[in-house]
């Protein structure tokens, strides 16, 4: 991905349900709702901790293939598996606290020249993925609030 900037909308459609829409018309709306256990929660959707799963994941799952490919190792499969532990702060509210992520790499022939491709990209590749390193390195987050009066 090239530097720049995107902006995506989202709507309310009722209760915790709320729609994205990206700013590509190929990219489907996004669909999102919360656990049954808040007040208006249905679960019909997942949840922004589960989209947060799923970019991590993602972005992991795409930047160590970046990684093989570009060393001319290329993989056969990729599994991935995350799990997200969420616990509440010192004041009480829900957080996401730590994201365990496993990445499963098969390749055809394991030999020693496809190891030591892949220990090497193993240790670089979490520098390519922009969504896991920029939450760890902190994102800087401004938010905005205003109230209109619909007529």
Not at 15 to 21: E, I, L, T
Not at 29 to 44: A, F, K, S, T, Y
Not at 60 to 79: G, I, Q, R, V, Y
Request: aromatic share 8%; with cysteine; glycine share 4%.
């Amino acid at each position: 991905m090239a530097g720049g900037k995107f902006t995506i909308t989202m709507k309310r459609l009722r209760d915790m349900q709320f729609v994205a829409k990206f700013d590509k018309e190929q990219f489907e709306d996004l669909m999102l709702d919360e656990p049954e256990n808040v007040p208006g929660g249905r679960d019909e959707y997942p949840n922004a901790s589960r989209i947060l799963a799923v970019a991590i994941t993602n972005c992991l799952s795409a930047s160590l293939t970046f990684c093989l490919e570009k060393a001319h190792n290329p993989l056969d499969d990729l599994e991935a598996t995350t799990t997200v532990h969420i616990d509440r702060n010192e004041k009480g509210y829900w957080r996401v606290r730590n994201v365990d992520v496993e990445l499963t790499a098969g390749f055809d022939q394991l030999d020693e020249k496809t190891m030591k491709k892949f220990e090497k990209c193993k240790e670089r590749f979490f520098n390519y993925c922009i969504v896991s390193a920029s939450i760890k390195e902190g994102i800087d987050i401004n938010v905005k609030t205003t109230a209109v009066q619909k007529s």
